[in-house]
Structures are given as C-alpha cells and as structure tokens.
T-cell receptor, first 115, second 111 residues
Framework: DAGVTQSPTHLIKTRGQQVTLRCSPKSGHDTVSWYQQALGQGPQFIFQ???????QRGNFPDRFSGHQFPNYSSELNVNALLLGDSALYLC??????????????FGDGTRLSIL | EDKVVQSPLSLVVHEGDTVTLNCSYE??????LLWYKQEKKAPTFLFMLTSSGIEKKSGRLSSILDKKELFSILNITATQTGDSAVYLCAVENTNAGKSTFGDGTTLTVKP
C-alpha cells in the first residue's frame, strides 16, 4: 500500500523563479493538504484540496497556488520566489468525511532552498 | 485563530530518564489533538486524542488530553537514544485535514 509520495526530494532555485512541487496521496484518500515547515518551526498550513477545488487556505499570499487532478494527486506552485520561501514543504492526505478518526498521512516532503 | 504552544522548546536527558512534554491549545470547533515524532523528514503519527481523561499508550509512550484546561501531555519513560527527535503537537478543527501545529519540543537523549 503506497503511502504519500512527494517529488522532487530536494530543489534549489533562485529568487524570482517559479517552482512546482508534486504529491500523490495515499491509496484511498481523496483530500490533500500542503504545509510549509521553516527551520526550527512547526508545519504551517498552506491550503487543502478536495474534489479539485481549494477548500481551505492558511495565511499565505497568492504567490502560492495549487491544483488537484482527477486522480487526487496535487501540485503546489510558488511564483516569484523569495529567500523566505526556503523550507520543507509537506503534503498530507486524508479521506474527507472520514468519521473513523484516522489521522492525516504525511509524505517525506520536498526541501526547497532559495539562493 | 487556532493556536498551539509547546513546552519546553528543548530538553536534554540521559538514557533511562522519564520526560513529560506539554502542549496547550486554543481552537475553534475542536476535533482532535495529535502528537507526532519528526526525525528529519515526515512527521510520524504517535497518538490521536479526542476525549478527555483517557490515556493512550504505546510501549514507553503515553498521552492524555484535558479538554477543560485545553492541554495535553506526552510522557516517555525509560528514554533511549532513538527517542531523540522533535515532538510535534497539533490540533484539528472539525474540518479534518487542516491541522495547526506547535513549534515542537526538541528532545535529545544522551547515552
């Protein structure tokens, strides 16, 4: 049973560039949430996708955008990269309407470094 | 706005010691409180707590939730060097999938 997979593992970009990160949810999950984890801090919620729509959003500028595909996989796009965007980006999947109280499953993340 | 505060920020102990990690929270429409262990990469799920006063145990780890006082503790007994990690506390609101995390407690266990 494949868990949450993210690609790429590491990425180096320069200021002003654009980046796309990818996530495949755990089999059977239909909801994907993205988090940004800066060094020494806990993950911060960016947004959540369900049924190919953004359902919730955290306090992130619109340089951060996303997409969900019919197969439930998702992309996170960041435009006009800033030094402060350097972080570990985590994807988590879950099943919407799951009343069995199962936790989200996290991928190993993409480490993004901005030079 | 949902908020989670963890203490202490860091802790250094020796093998065999017992540690208690704290988590206080403010959240609208509480669904659950979760504890994770993070070593470099993905947070690894430890416990999900939804009801007050019911202790959850897994080996040397245990956790309990107090929904009246809005806090939780994670206990680790007989610590081992392999317990060295960042321990994260998070709360979920009723829309599962959106978690608010604390900044974690960095635990270092020395031989």
């Amino acid at each position: 049973d494949a868990g949450v997979t993210q690609s790429p593992t590491h990425l180096i970009k320069t200021r002003g560039q654009q980046v796309t990160l990818r996530c495949s949810p755990k089999s059977g999950h239909d909801t994907v949430s993205w988090y940004q984890q800066a060094l020494g801090q806990g993950p911060q919620f960016i947004f959540q996708y369900y049924e190919e729509e953004e359902r919730q959003r955290g306090n992130f500028p619109d340089r951060f955008s996303g997409h969900q595909f019919p197969n439930y996989s998702s992309e996170l796009n960041v435009n006009a990269l800033l030094l402060g965007d350097s972080a570990l980006y985590l994807c988590a999947s879950s099943l919407m309407g799951d009343y069995s109280n199962q936790p989200q499953h996290f991928g190993d993340g993409t480490r993004l470094s901005i030079l | 706005e949902d908020k989670v505060v963890q203490s202490p920020l860091s802790l250094v102990v020796h093998e065999g010691d017992t540690v208690t990690l704290n988590c206080s929270y403010e959240v609208t429409n509480f669904r659950s409180l979760l504890w994770y262990k993070q070593e470099k990469k993905a947070p690894t799920f430890l416990f999900m707590l939804t009801s007050s006063g019911i202790e959850k145990k897994s080996g040397r780890l245990s956790s309990i939730l107090d929904k009246k006082e809005l806090f939780s503790i994670l206990n680790i007994t007989a610590t081992q060097t392999g317990d060295s990690a960042v321990y994260l506390c998070a709360v979920e609101n009723t829309n599962a999938g959106k978690s608010t995390f604390g900044d974690g407690t960095t635990l270092t266990v020395k031989p």
